[in-house]
């Protein structure tokens, strides 16, 4: 078990909706990195966080956006959901001790219908 | 802007016999390249990675190669066996794992 947990594991949500997935680092990780995985595809991506602040972002609209907590762990937030944003969210933390490996969580699945 | 290409899409294979995967960057910045094994309704999981500061790693029936000039690298499987069968991802990053770009994944198929 790699101590990165995810919630929830699934969500169901309607086009135009907000959401908001949750993720805990492991211990001793201050970074976390979210990803959008779409079905058949290679991880995706979204931004990362760095001792509570935003330290890098990929090709996602502000609609997509964070937050990290004292404790390192991390919120994705999106607003206004389009089905195209349905996917598995996978959050991975990380530490530079660590050599930043990234270990992953299970992941949440959203569908937006 | 960075992208990682992976070939091939899917790869089936004997048990026993050995399995390629190729991967090409595009960041001449990347100097971290690891790979993810994820098996269906599964995380990602690390099975082997490579710093820019190597040519080579192995790890039991795993290796991987990086060709730092040509931006390629490669993940090698040796004596392959039916629980290998999976989807491998490769990706590269810079140091901090900063914008970690992943390949489409490869599904790999071994045929007991």
């Known amino acids: 078990e790699t101590g990165v947990t995810q919630s929830p594991t699934h969500l169901i949500k309607t086009r135009g909706q907000q959401v908001t997935l949750r993720c805990s680092s492991q211990?001793?990780?201050?970074?976390v990195s979210w990803y959008q995985q779409a079905l058949g595809q290679g991880p995706q991506f979204i931004f990362q966080?760095?001792?509570?602040?935003?330290?890098g972002r990929g090709n996602f609209p502000p609609r997509f956006s964070g937050l990290q907590f004292p404790n390192y762990s991390s919120e994705l937030n999106v607003n206004a959901l389009e089905l195209d944003d349905s996917a598995l969210y996978l959050c991975?933390?990380?530490?530079?001790?660590?050599?930043?490996?990234?270990?992953f969580g299970a992941g949440t699945r959203l569908s937006v219908l | 802007g960075e992208n990682v290409e992976q070939h091939p899409s899917t790869l089936s294979v004997q048990e026993g016999d050995s399995a390629v995967i190729k991967c090409t960057y595009s960041?001449?910045?990347?100097?971290?390249f690891p790979w993810y094994k994820q098996e269906l309704g599964k995380r990602p999981q690390l099975i082997i990675d490579?710093?820019?500061?190597?040519g080579e790693k192995k790890d039991q029936r795993i290796a991987v190669t990086l060709n730092k000039t040509a931006k390629h690298f490669s993940l090698h499987i040796t004596e392959t066996q039916p629980e290998d069968s999976a989807v491998y991802f490769c990706?590269?990053?810079?140091?901090?794992?900063?914008?970690?770009?992943f390949g489409a994944g490869t599904r790999l198929f071994v045929k007991a």
């Open positions: 990706a590269a990053s810079t140091t901090g794992g900063f914008k970690t770009i």
């Open positions: 211990s001793g990780h201050n970074t």
């Open positions: 490579i710093r820019s500061n190597v």
């Open positions: 966080y760095y001792r509570e602040e935003e330290n």
């Open positions: 991975a933390s990380s530490s530079a001790r660590g050599k930043n490996i990234q270990y």
């Open positions: 960041d001449s910045a990347s100097n971290y």
